[in-house]
T-cell receptor, first 113, second 114 residues
């Protein structure tokens, strides 16, 4: 069975600083994808970044990077140079070879001015 | 940039009534999904759909739920007889491919059952 764990219900970061949001996962499937989504207070789910289980390099998308440590089964999201607009819920998700995507419980990030 | 759209943005209904939530996936995508997020909780998978058939469904997706692609663009979720606990945000998503391909989410429909 697939499982996604986000252990930080809430995080605070000072504007312009970097922050790491933790995500660990468990699956027996050798092929899987890891995703991060942002959910602002308006409610929509915004895709941020993707990491494939066979990717050799950590994914990066602008200020977002994914610290993928396969042996430890972790896929932490790093946001560099935080902005006030980064304040939102962040969900880690995993999808294996079936079409069932599992989400973590989320981390609420608050960026302080 | 193409996006998934959902209507209505907010639906209020009486317990026991039927509701249909509508989604228009991204036009070249072949795989469609519904998710549910009860207020303050995590996003939960309901069902995936491909080639006019359900390919996966969760234990939440019981006989009260059904999905349909009535034409070439719409993808609908029907709840036959709503219960109070069906109150949630319902997200539609689509992807071009199966497996680990990225799913793009619509803005959601907030369903309130009174």
């Amino acid at each position: 069975a697939q499982k996604i764990t986000q252990t930080q219900p809430g995080m605070f970061v000072q504007e312009k600083e970097a922050v790491t949001l933790d995500c660990t996962y468990d699956t027996s499937d050798p092929s899987y994808g890891l995703f991060w989504y942002k959910q602002p207070s308006s409610g929509e789910m915004i895709f941020l970044i993707y990491q494939g289980s066979y990717d050799q390099q950590n994914a990066t998308e602008g200020r977002y990077s994914l610290n993928f440590q396969k042996a430890r089964k972790s896929a932490n999201l790093v946001i560099s140079a935080s902005q006030l607009g980064d304040s939102a819920m962040y969900f880690c998700a995993m999808r294996a070879s079936n079409n069932d995507m599992r989400f973590g419980a989320g981390t609420r990030l608050t960026v302080k001015p | 940039e193409p996006e998934v759209t959902q209507t209505p943005s907010h639906q209020v209904t009486q317990m026991g009534q039927e509701v249909i939530l509508r989604c228009v996936p991204i036009s070249n995508h072949l795989y469609f999904y519904w998710y549910r997020q009860i207020l303050g909780q995590k996003v939960e998978f309901l069902v995936s759909f491909y080639n006019n058939e359900i390919s996966e469904k969760s234990e939440i997706f019981d006989d009260q739920f059904s999905v349909e692609r009535p034409d070439g663009s719409n993808f609908t979720l029907k709840i036959r007889s709503t219960k109070l606990e069906d109150s949630a945000m319902y997200f539609c998503a689509s992807s071009e491919l199966a497996g680990t391909d990225t799913q793009y989410f619509g803005p959601g429909t907030r369903l309130t059952v009174l």
